[in-house]
């Protein structure tokens, strides 16, 4: 028994973490990181301030692990498109398939760390900046195959790589649950916009 409740106990925490940095984000989002604070975190939640402290830490540490997930989001996205095979017309649907699914399910996520990085800690900013460069150069490595097999326009592959993230990264600013496209049938219309051939 001890042993099955240990990843019982993590995966409770790990969901009571996630439900906090969910909380705050939604805060950030409203309010603003400078003006939002831990008490309105606790209070959306129906939890104690200790408890904010207890789970994920301060304010500055809420930011922190907002900008970590986005971070996870991205290196994800990449990590499973890249797997999905060695075509690169099918990586490169499978990235924005699983980075599209990333920024609607953590749609406050990326609003904050859009809006609000400034916050950051220097250390911080500089790990998730360097891995968003290396995503966006991996992602276009992927972008200039497919236009050498001549599904992509003949355009500079860095300004269709940046077409194609925008495209994405924006999706947390519209997209409503309640609405009649779900994250795969947005992927999928992203994927025809910039003319990349259906999936057979």
């Not at 400078?34 to 402290?53: C, F, N, V």
């Not at 997930?69 to 075509?87: E, I, N, Y």
């Not at 994250?183 to 992203?190: D, G, H, I, L, N």
Request: glycine share 6%; with cysteine.
């Amino acid at each position: 028994m001890a042993a099955s409740s240990q990843p019982e106990r993590e995966s409770a925490w790990e969901e009571k973490r996630r439900r906090i940095l969910d909380g705050a984000a939604a805060v950030f989002s409203s309010r603003g990181y400078g003006k939002g604070t831990t008490k309105e975190i606790a209070a959306q939640l129906g939890l104690s301030q200790p408890s904010i402290y207890h789970y994920v830490g301060s304010k500055a540490d809420l930011l922190r692990e907002i900008a970590l997930q986005v971070d996870r989001d991205m290196t994800t996205a990449l990590r499973d498109g890249l797997a999905a095979g060695t075509d690169p017309v099918a990586q490169l649907r499978a990235i924005i398939t699983r980075f599209t699914a990333a920024v609607i399910a953590n749609h406050l996520t990326f609003a904050v760390y859009r809006s609000e990085q400034r916050w950051l800690e220097p250390a911080v900013a500089e790990e998730v900046q360097r891995d968003e460069r290396e995503f966006v150069a991996a992602v276009r490595r992927v972008v200039e195959k497919v236009q050498a097999l001549g599904k992509l326009p003949d355009a500079p592959s860095s300004v269709l790589t940046f077409a194609i993230l925008n495209m994405v990264s924006e999706s947390h600013r519209w997209y409503h649950q309640e609405g009649s496209l779900d994250p795969a049938s947005v992927a999928e219309t992203y994927c025809e916009l910039i003319g990349l051939p259906p999936q057979d």
